[in-house]
């Protein structure tokens, strides 16, 4: 018995680290994030002592597609077409989500209730939700609310806010952490009012698609679930509405717009003649250009893709990315033609099968008993999406917490005995 609390005490102080670690993600450069996952990654693999295969379900795909990466990544190099530096930058894009998913496996490995690290990622959000409070009132920001008369003029002052909060909220507002375990009221209804602010005062489209997806499979009670959907939107547009009576009227339909225009933003069939209409539009002037190289790069790279370091060729107008990109830029906002170029058909094809696979998985009908599948596959499905948007897995800046809770609910559903069992014996049967 001794040993065991021994043990238990040394897994609170690892959780402890992870919350600094939460907390940190926001305020340091992603290198250092990056190192402090692997230096988790490596004491709680220490201390287990074992050697773990079956991390996800599909991680194994990740594998090969960074492998097969470096591979033509070599055959390039031969042929002189890779910078090392670039290659060094692509090859730590690619690991990043990976060690992310590994942090959140050996969480699962720490044998923690989901509580505990569920309670951790709101307390984690709440440290990063304040601190953009404080900077906002300590700008003057909000002194100057009636002079903006544009949502971008305004995002570019406030802040775009963090994918890390919204998640938290919806962890609190879905009921997943039961009454018993439930952080105090003192906590939760602070926290909550400012969740629901910043998303709003972001006016962020990815925080409300995030908790659209993630409320949907997570939410325990499914009779309730519209009730309480309707009433959370309701709550969301109220709040705009009623800022219209502080701001410019200019501002509020400049938002309606960005809101309606969110596909139109990301689409590639437009002929991007007008300078205008690519700054409007630049994720669909992204994918147009990068279609463009991609179709007239051989069939080799077409099926194969270029390897790490291969650059996407924006043109002169790279400069609204980077001042001194001259002409490319190595990553786009969708993450599927980032893949396309760097590691062609085949690579998109084994990142999309990653997902199918991860979907496919929670929503089998013996997800019923084990909800750390459901959960994961609404993870899964959500990260596949924001891929469009964001970048998915692959880059510097990746929604971290999102990433963690897919390595740590997808391994919980593979430790589920009961699914394993239930999954053997529907074998056996169709035998």
Known sequence: MQKINE???????????FFVLLCIQYTVSP????????ALCIIVAYRKKKLYLNIIPGFS????LFVYTLGITLI???LGSSIFQNVIRDMFYMANGLIAILVGFFLNKLHY?????????????LYVVFGFWINLIQGNELSSIRSINNVETWRSSVGTGSLFVPLALVIIISGIVDAKHRLSKLVIIPA???FIGQIVITFSRTSIILILILYLFLYKNKKRLLKRLVIILLIIVSVIWLLSYFRQFTLVDSVFEKFSNTLTEISSSDSFTS???IQKNWRGFEVYSAKQQWLTSGTFNQIFGGGFGKLINVGYLSILVDPTSNGYIPVLHNGYYTLIIKSGFIGVLLYGLFYFWGILFGLRKNSRNNLSALYFSG????MAIQTIFLNGLFKDSINLALIYLIGYWGNRALDNKSYRRKNIESIIRST
């Open 379 to 382: 993870c899964m499905l959500l």
């Open 76 to 78: 390039q190099a031969l």
């Open 7 to 17: 043990l238990d005490n040394q897994d609170k102080k690892i959780i402890s680290w």
């Open 61 to 64: 795909l990740l594998i090969v």
């Open 113 to 125: 209730r989901d509580y505990q690290v569920l309670n951790t990622f709101i307390l984690g959000a």
């Open 275 to 277: 300078v205008a209409n």
């Open 31 to 38: 290198e250092i994030t990056f190192l402090l996952n692997i």
């Open 192 to 194: 909550t009012v400012l």
